[in-house]
């Protein structure tokens, strides 16, 4: 029977929507399941667990078309402090873009650290419109793809799977703007104070 180890690779892990993509993980995979947030100080500690697991799942967000850098600094880490016994690595990515397709340089990322350091890639879900799927009706549509992400891992029957809000771009913008004005105006800034290039004043 296999065994999950899910690594939580966002900068700001215990208040992530990774966080929450992984609780989700969690309740639907058959598999025993340990989570780990990534940190600063505990990759050596992460690098010895990692050989006692059938399988990893990586839930991590999009960060400038590429890794975190929290996720980035332990990948090298492993690289120097290999387990004995490799487990299949999956992913979970998400971003704050509508389309999914923003997630696939960080993906092929991850695919090229497999390739080379031979892990087997598992299976892989990239979610479009990361933080406001999780807060509209929509969710129960991750809810549903997590599902399919943890059967696939708990069954070895390794897929690609993919989603997004079914919006419009118009849509979707329109809708993003207004979350973030209100955002924005709950914490005292102005739509003209966020809608500038100028971050230092």
């Known amino acids: 029977m296999g065994k999950v180890m899910i690594l939580n690779g966002s900068p700001r892990a215990p208040k992530s929507n990774s966080k929450i993509y992984s609780d989700i993980f969690r309740k639907y995979c058959k598999l025993d399941t340990e989570y780990f947030n990534i940190s600063k ?13 059938s399988d990893v799942l990586v839930v991590f967000p999009l960060y400038a078309d590429s890794l975190p850098v929290t996720l980035l600094n332990f990948l090298k ?10 487990p299949v ?17 960080a993906v092929k990322m991850m695919e090229q650290f497999c390739k080379k350091n031979e892990y087997k890639m598992g299976s892989v879900l990239k979610i479009g419109s990361g933080e406001a799927i999780l807060t509209t009706f929509f969710n129960v549509l991750v809810k549903m793809k997590i599902r399919r992400l943890a059967y696939s891992v708990a069954n070895k029957k390794y897929k690609t799977f993919t989603l997004t809000m079914p919006l419009s771009k118009r849509s979707f913008i329109k809708a993003s703007t207004k979350y973030w004005d209100n955002y924005g105006k709950n914490n005292g800034v102005t739509h003209e104070e966020m809608d500038t290039m100028n971050i230092e004043s």
């Open 41 to 53: 100080t505990n990759h050596i500690e992460l690098c010895k667990k990692i050989g006692e697991f």
């Open 77 to 86: 880490n492993l690289e120097l402090n290999p387990p004995e016994k490799k």
């Open 89 to 105: 690595i999956s992913l979970l990515v998400n971003c704050g873009f509508i389309e999914y397709q923003q997630n696939d340089i």
